[in-house]
């Protein structure tokens, strides 16, 4: 451990409140200080191009290998000097703190001298989301769709490595020759377009479980669709009625002694072939493969209802949407249930 990290702790304790805010804001004032003047050495870095002469191939790899900043460090104040030597009017307002290194480093693709005024007007005192909602105004429409695959990535390997390589999201971007020294996991990645509704949503229900900003999507995500399916899947309600049985033994549900006269399945009757069939459709070849469909399944009766069927659960089945046609058909004729079928 460096010495003044010893140090430094025990001296601050000693200051009073007022003492420790002056000295705060001091550090805050010189950091911000060095910052500016850091995006003036970076310019004058690129001009000089003497990174080539120690055996960097760019201001980039010199800023990563040399200076030691991470890759979204260094991109970061690059393209925020960038930013500031061809308007050099973002210097003020990055002095006088109304815009960061954020902001200038996504701003400075999308900025020309057309655009810079209002762009430069719009940005200050904007909360990162609201720089990235207007850069988005300044880029080619995406073509972008729901997209699922499998990804390997890096477990976090702190101290042996460079920080860059940690940081990285996929262990394809890893050089190679550090691949078989990172361990890795599965992952999946999920890509899909939403509105302003469902993020309102979403943070909204990430406050109401306690989370905070930095809460991943997964960690908020992942027991709401749990919840959803412990409410909904038919699996889940009948297991909850049959506990609740067990619990009960003596109770007993109302029923309406002409229900088999209605067409309607009961829920709970329909809750019950669901779980019995595993939520698949039940149809299988001679040959013995079973249909896989899982989508849209449909109740059918083995014996029709308009045959006298019954709705007990062994005179019920799940099929999907085609083979329940299919089977209506064989049963009834296709004569007859042409007239109940959609013309396509």
Known sequence: MHHEDQVLPALLRKLDDSEFHHQFELIASIEHASTLKMLHFLNDL?????????GYSSVFDYCVRKIKYSSSQAGRRIQAARCCRRYPEAFGYLREREVCIMTLAMMEPI???????EIFQRVRGASRREVERLISEYRPAAALRDRIRYVQVPLPQPGELDRALVDRHCASSIPEQYRDRIPTEE???????????????FEEIRDLMGGSAFESFVEVMKPVLKEYRDRHSPVAKHERREKKRADT?????????DATKSRHVPEETRDEVFAR???QCSFIAPDGTRCQCTKGLQIDHVKPFANGGT??????RLLCGAHNRCEAERSMGAHVMKQFWRTQ
């Open 46 to 54: 690129e001009r000089r191009k003497s990174y080539l002469d120690l």
């Open 111 to 117: 900025v020309t001298d057309d655009n810079k005024d």
């Open 187 to 201: 992952k999946v990645f999920v890509q899909f377009l939403a509105d302003e509704e469902f993020l309102q949503l």
């Open 249 to 257: 033994p003596d109770s007993h549900r109302w029923e309406w002694k």
């Open 277 to 279: 069939d595993d939520g």
């Open 311 to 316: 709705h007990d659960p062994s005179n019920l």
